[in-house]
């Protein structure tokens, strides 16, 4: 059965943006704090957006982003011609739905219960038992500070950036579609070895209870001895490879680039301006406090825009942000990352920052492609890391899929490793190719939310995927993050395009 996704087109979205000032710590912040570049205040000619893709409705793209786990999602995960082995799965996960991680002063808190119930909506089958699964995580292996952070969302008023019942239900929900998704492929077997499983994490509760969820949904048994969970320092998942200056210096253009654009856009001045006037704040402290953050959780979890909190009796007409407003940073938003892409520094921060990541995983592709028939059982299977938004969007770039739209709450990012039967497509290979993947050669599907993207990557874009062979080579992935994509910074290592003198 030749079951290959037609790649849908790829929508053109994008939501959310704005850099954190700090690259490595900080989460991405919805509309994050204006930066502290020179802007020009020159009036901009708003672009129009260049798709009709019907989610740039600043609206619906919002609810886009929620990912609300109410409707059964398309999973094109697993899909393969037959007689193809899955050999390896690696998955990046944004966290799920989240807390704001800022209040909007003189307004009241959105009300969310962050304790755990499986009465309540949006609930799960497998909640319960994961509750109760967690009680036992202390038999699991955790390194360096892991140990000590919950394992849990648990608090009836949700803390500032506390994963949700929603966040924990979408990757529950995850974990099982990619569980049914390669099942018949028995990528991991019960009695799965503990080196088949490689699990990291950012050291923020969010993430480490988002992979603990779509663990929990994955394996078909969760033994927590089998259990080890690593530490990343970095939201970039650079491991020991984080220092590079000229990341940092590319980071920096790119905040001053999206200041200006944000400081020329008139429609979206005088809107900050109309709400802190509501709110009866200054415009700085209305803006440092990040209100589309806020916003964006109410919309999610269905609660009416924030008022003006006025003591009691106070009469007056009651001042509230409204979706008008709302609309008006999102679709800004919308057309920052439009400007993005086309100033293109957000793609060589982006190569630069998911170098190391991309090496760890192209390093591990090669060696379950090389791994003999029968010894598997040694090789990672599922590598997963559990990660943030400014993790997941400078990979999709570093990948070149700059079109694909900003992560949503619990988004996926999936790289396939595959390998055909032998001399798959009659030809067998060449007298010294395919040296070392024994029985046929090894290819990569990559998939983003369950749709197959493959095609559109910067190293599988020009190949013939009608041809006779139906997936994108592993080969084409090698030596794209080996040598193409720093050749995109005219640099031959990821060492010398980090210390490279700019100019
Ligand atoms: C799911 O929830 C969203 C709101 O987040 C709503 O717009 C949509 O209609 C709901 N879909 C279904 C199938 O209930
Ligand atoms: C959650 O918190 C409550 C109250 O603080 C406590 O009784 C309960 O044991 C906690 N549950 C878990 C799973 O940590
Ligand atoms: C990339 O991975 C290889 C192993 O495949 C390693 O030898 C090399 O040092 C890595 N390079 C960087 C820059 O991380
Ligand atoms: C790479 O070199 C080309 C030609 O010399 C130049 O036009 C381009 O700007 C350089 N790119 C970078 C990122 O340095």
């Known amino acids: 059965m030749l079951s290959i996704a037609a790649p849908h087109l790829l929508l053109v979205l ?21 930066g502290t570049g020179l802007g020009k205040s020159r009036k901009r000619v708003i672009p129009v957006p260049h798709t009709k893709a019907p989610e740039l409705d600043p609206i619906a793209e919002a609810y886009g982003y929620c990912n609300t786990p109410n409707r059964t999602e398309q999973a094109w995960e697993g899909h393969s011609p037959a007689d193809y082995t899955l050999l390896s799965v690696q998955v990046m996960i944004r966290h799920g739905d989240r807390y704001p991680l800022y209040s909007i002063p003189k307004t009241k808190r959105p009300t969310i219960d962050c304790t755990l119930s499986p009465n309540r909506k949006p609930s799960h089958p497998q909640l319960s038992a994961f509750i109760s699964h967690m009680a036992n995580g202390d038999r699991g292996h955790w390194e360096s500070t892991l140990g000590s952070v919950p394992r849990l969302p648990n608090h009836s008023a949700c803390e500032m950036g506390e994963l949700t019942q929603t966040g924990v239900v979408q990757h529950l929900r995850n974990g099982q579609l990619l569980l049914q ?19 990291e994490t950012t050291g923020k509760s969010r993430t480490l209870q988002s ?69 009866g704040l200054p415009n700085r402290q209305l803006r440092a406090a990040n209100p589309i953050d806020s916003l964006l959780c109410h919309l999610c979890h269905g609660l009416p825009f924030p008022c003006l909190q006025t003591a009691p009796g106070g009469g007056g007409a009651k001042a509230c942000l409204t979706m008008e407003q709302f609309s008006v940073i999102r679709r800004q938003q919308l057309d920052d990352e439009a400007d993005k892409r086309q100033v293109g520094l957000y793609r060589k921060y ?16 090669e060696r379950a492609a090389r791994a003999k028939p029968g010894t598997a059982a040694a090789e990672v299977a599922l590598a997963l890391a559990a990660a943030h938004d400014v993790t997941v969007a400078p990979l999709l770039s570093a990948l070149g899929l700059e079109e694909a739209r900003f992560p949503r709450f619990a988004a996926r990012v999936v790289f396939e490793l595959w390998r055909s039967p032998p001399a798959a497509g009659g030809k067998p290979p060449a007298k010294g190719k395919g040296k070392g993947t024994p029985g046929g050669e090894a290819f990569v599907r990559l998939l983003y939310d369950g749709e197959d993207v493959t095609f559109h990557t910067a190293f599988c874009r020009g190949h013939k995927r009608h041809g006779a062979r139906p997936l994108c080579p592993l080969k084409n992935f090698l030596s794209y993050v080996r040598r193409d994509m ?3 910074l005219n640099a031959s290592s990821y060492q010398e395009a980090c210390y490279k003198r700019p100019g």
């Not at 912040?29 to 204006?34: D, R």
């Not at 998704?181 to 080196?195: E, I, N, Q, T």
């Not at 949904?217 to 984080?242: M, N």
């Open 486 to 488: 720093l050749a995109l």
């Open 181 to 199: 998704a390669y099942k018949r492929h028995s990528l991991l077997p019960s009695g799965w070895s503990p080196r088949q499983l490689w699990v």
């Open 350 to 365: 982006a190569v630069l920052a998911m170098h190391p990541y991309l090496n760890r995983t192209a390093a591990r592709m």
């Open 14 to 34: 994008l939501a959310v943006n704005l850099m954190p000032t700090t690259p490595l710590e900080k989460e991405q912040v919805p509309g994050g704090a204006a």
């Open 211 to 279: 992979g603990l969820a779509f663990l929990f949904g994955f394996l078909p048994d969760f033994d927590w001895p089998k259990v080890t969970v690593r530490h990343q320092w970095s939201t970039l998942f650079c491991g020991a490879a984080c220092d590079c200056p000229a990341r940092n210096r590319y980071l920096e253009e790119e905040q001053r680039r999206q200041y200006r654009l944000r400081v020329g856009d008139a429609q979206l001045e005088s809107t900050y301006a109309e709400m802190a006037r509501a709110l």
